[in-house]
């Protein structure tokens, strides 16, 4: 080509290049920024009403079978009632979750929770049904009306979807938080206690899986979760008997993979991530492969404060302020006196030490690892954050017995703590010691304890590939034949309830005084009682974590078990119904666990390999006070 013709070229291409970059960006725009249809509405929607019309037919048969008394036959019809039902739980439990509990809660009576007062409730919907229509005489008339009732608590959804636009964000995060709960709940029995119709149930829900994602096409990532689900659905029909059913390898092998998968398919489909967590306080981190990831769950959105992350100058201020004893009132008990950092941040003591020496309180110093991961706080449920629960420490006469206010004012006189709180807290120059700064930083120091990095934890994320046979079977014991993991639920392991963790069971144990099971007496703390009045929580506490459980004996609220052995033997007996005690609202089942002495010693590994590496934080230098050199070298009691 000649020098011109070149010349002539360039000019044309000059010229056409912004007409092709143009087109290039159209195309682009058309092909990844165009919005998905809503999938969701037009497709899963309709579908989905079909599989809840389904649900009520089954219904419907079941209370025929109830009236004509074939109770063979009913509950039969039964487990077909709860095999539809898991086509529609994922989108039913994330979107109409006020009714839940009518529909799929425990058979339990529980507190009305739209009540000023104390009402009440009786349990209802397809757990209630199944403890009736499992038992040897079923109340006909009961069943019946409980079966009526969760027809019109189905109705009501069904009305609510056809008066609702379901998005595609919304199917993808009911189908996220679902994965959690195959996960945490399914899979151990948690929902059919009785009939143990765990296989078939997370057969239909893998099946769910399988069939929404095909309405959203089949590219390459929905292909792999396809043969994802396949795999699971033929592992889990090996299932014969649930008790020896290998669930480790069924999360490591099936669930993990499926969750991972199910990211990319999100991903890859560009539909967003949920934006109303933070309102409804689920403090699921969406985007963790695993539930054993360190930040599944994000102890801030526990604060009572604000939900962002303390920085650092506000955590060493929590240090130091955890081990001043300025903070009671006769300038002796800090926080570290009940809980010790050498003793896992509890003290080894059956009862915890009050502010009168010899005098002991009437419930043990629970540890605080991983204390920040819970929404509650206190064997009694009382404390609705950890700011608030150290609030109670502040005001309590056997404790600190003092005020916010008093020990602001005391803490004031220091103008080395002045400098450190102006630092950590800029936006309150003018008065940098009052309650929230104090509250605040406590809270996000006690949030740091946090030590999720167990054998199982390095296991389940990856970090190692092979765990101990013993805890493999210690684990597989916990979360079936132990039904230790229908009341501590993974991966907290406290009574966190899946799969949003915004919520906190407490127990009725039937808890002994001491360790003699051959002559057992029933310890006579109230528990939840005390806080509110209803019958049923009599002697009801809080279901605390089982981390690091080898460190930090005696056991139970009142210090009463001294060994996992006692603890192990305590449940497998039925707890105190089991021991022969009246405990008439117990909530743990009286029957005999039938432990074998290997699964005894297997289960305990378990719970020992639950211990996560030790956190060290050393006594530290307390800050002068000014004008008060008696005080410049003071160390709280017990530390």
């Known amino acids: 080509m000649s020098k011109k013709g070149t010349i002539f070229f360039s000019m044309k291409t000059a010229q056409l290049l912004p007409l092709l970059l143009l087109s290039i960006w159209g195309i682009t725009f058309c092909n990844f920024s ?103 005489q ?69 099946q769910t899986y399988q069939q929404v994602m095909g309405k959203f096409g089949k590219n390459k990532e929905i292909l792999v979760f396809d043969e994802l689900v396949r795999d699971a659905i033929l592992e889990i029909s090996k299932m014969r008997q649930p008790d020896g059913f290998n669930r480790l390898k069924f999360i490591k092998e099936h669930i993990q993979p499926l969750t991972k998968q199910f990211l990319q398919v999100q991903e890859a489909l560009h539909i967003p991530y949920p934006k109303g967590l933070i309102a409804r ?25 604000r939900m962002d992350q303390a920085d ?25 006196s009940c809980h010790q950092p050498e003793r896992a941040f509890q003290d080894g003591m ?109 296991y389940m994320t990856g970090k190692t590939k092979v765990i ?19 009341c501590h639920f993974a991966p907290t392991f406290f009574g966190n309830v899946p799969p949003f963790y915004n919520e906190s069971e407490s127990e009725v144990l039937g808890v002994t005084k001491n360790n003699d099971f051959k002559y ?8 939840r009682y005390k806080f509110k009045a209803a019958d049923i929580f009599m002697r009801s506490f809080k279901t605390a974590t089982v981390r690091n459980i080898d460190q930090t004996s005696p056991y139970m609220h009142n210090g009463a078990l001294k060994t996992l052995e006692e603890v192990v033997e305590f449940y497998n007996k039925g707890g105190g119904q089991g021991l022969g005690l009246e405990v008439p609202n117990q909530t743990l089942s009286a029957d005999s666990l039938q432990l074998s002495e290997k699964e005894k010693k297997d289960l305990i590994v378990f719970l020992k390999a639950l211990n996560g590496k030790p956190i060290i934080v050393q006594v530290p230098k307390l800050p002068k006070v000014d004008n008060h050199p008696e005080w410049d070298s003071r160390r709280g009691v017990g530390y």
């Open 34 to 136: 165009k919005p998905l249809e809503n999938i969701a509405e037009q497709t899963v929607k309709p579908e989905h009403i079909k599989e809840v019309d389904t649900f009520k037919d089954r219904l419907s048969s079941l209370i025929s079978f109830v009236e004509e008394e074939q109770w063979t036959v009913a509950q039969q019809q039964f487990i077909e009632c709860r095999n539809a039902f898991k086509h529609i739980d994922y989108l039913l439990q994330y979107t109409f979750e006020e009714s839940y509990r009518s529909i799929n809660g425990p058979d339990l009576r529980y507190l009305n929770p739209g009540f000023r007062g104390i009402a009440v409730l009786e349990p209802e919907g397809l757990q209630a049904i199944e403890g009736q229509l499992f038992e040897e």
């Open 138 to 206: 079923p109340e006909k008339k009961k069943l019946i009306l409980l079966i009526k009732r969760l027809l019109w608590e189905i109705e009501k959804y069904k009305s609510y979807l056809k008066n609702t636009t379901i998005s595609n964000e919304d199917v993808f995060t009911a189908l996220r938080f679902n994965m959690i709960k195959l996960e945490t709940l399914d899979l151990t029995g948690f929902e059919v206690p009785v009939c143990n119709n765990i296989a078939n149930e997370v057969t239909a829900i893998l």
């Open 281 to 305: 306080k689920i403090p699921i981190e969406y985007t963790s492969k695993t539930i054993y990831d360190p930040n599944f769950i994000d102890a801030n959105m526990y604060s009572e404060f």
């Open 312 to 336: 650092e100058g506000v955590v060493k201020l929590g240090a130091l302020l955890f081990f001043d004893p300025l903070l009671s009132s006769d300038n002796k008990m800090a926080c570290a």
């Open 350 to 458: 059956a009862t915890a030490i009050t502010n009168q020496e010899g005098i002991f309180q009437e419930r043990n110093s629970p540890t605080l690892l991983n204390a920040g991961l819970q929404p509650f706080n206190f064997f009694d449920l009382s404390g609705t954050s950890l700011e608030n629960q150290a609030e109670h420490v502040f005001f309590n006469k056997r404790e600190f017995h003092t005020s916010l206010e008093e020990v602001s004012q005391k803490l004031s006189k220091s103008s080395a703590y002045v400098t450190q709180f102006k630092k950590a807290f800029p936006e309150y120059q003018e008065d940098p010691i009052n309650g929230f700064t104090i509250l605040r930083s406590l809270g996000a120091f006690v949030r740091t304890l946090q030590n999720n990095n167990s054998i199982l934890d390095d």
């Open 468 to 486: 101990p046979a013993e805890v493999a079977n210690g684990f597989n014991i916990f979360m079936g034949k132990g039904k230790c993991g229908t």
């Open 520 to 527: 057992p007496v029933l310890d006579g703390d109230s528990g």
